[in-house]
């Protein structure tokens, strides 16, 4: 399909049925959206099952700016102080982005630590890097895993804790007797 002005678009589909539509120059920045374009072309309608609409909206408007700075010439600052007020989102949709990458599915396990241990929340930072890693968009997904290391940078374990919703495999009495034997570390 085409757009009125003459650019080859793409629809997308989200989870829960919510599209898009997307020029095919910006769908080229997810590994994934390539090869679907260069396989089925731009006249079918692409569902992502791995992704929902709040999220599909944020992605697609990550790429849209990317893509037009693109082609306007390089602005580094601008663009990178962009994509600081873009990433201002929450930390479980950073985990849901994460956790759908196509080598996480297939070759990581995760043994039940993340339904297990982390109470997830429908926010945008969790989602937004499982659907970067999902859809392979390598700098967007670098973007959301520098957002979740500056989230913890400087903070004590207990404070990463209370970020995340993870609960301690330790009771206060094992925790005692590790920093006890370790007191080194504690310091």
């Not at 207990?158 to 495999?169: A, V």
């Not at 094992?174 to 080194?184: D, H, L």
């Amino acid at each position: 399909m085409a757009s009125e002005d003459g650019k080859k678009m793409i629809t997308l589909r989200s989870s829960d049925g919510q599209e898009f539509r997307l020029e095919t120059e910006a769908c080229m920045m997810s590994e994934i959206l390539t090869f679907v374009f260069d396989d089925c072309g731009t006249e079918r309608e692409v569902t992502l099952p791995n992704v929902n609409g709040k999220t599909l909206k944020k992605v697609i408007e990550y790429l849209k700016k990317h893509t037009e700075s693109t082609s306007k010439g390089p602005d580094d600052d601008e663009l990178k102080a962009w994509d600081d007020v873009f990433m201002k989102v929450d930390t479980n949709t950073l985990h849901d982005l994460l956790k759908v990458s196509p080598y996480a599915l297939f070759h990581v396990d995760y043994g039940g630590f993340f339904s297990s241990n982390i109470v997830l929340l429908d926010t945008s930072l969790v989602f937004l890097c499982q659907a970067s890693n999902y859809l392979v968009i390598q700098d967007l997904l670098d973007l959301c895993v520098k957002t979740t290391a500056e989230l913890m940078s400087g903070k004590r374990v207990e404070d990463i804790r209370e970020i995340f919703n993870i609960k301690s495999d330790f009771t206060k009495e094992e925790e005692a007797e590790i920093v006890k034997a370790n007191r080194w570390a504690f310091r």
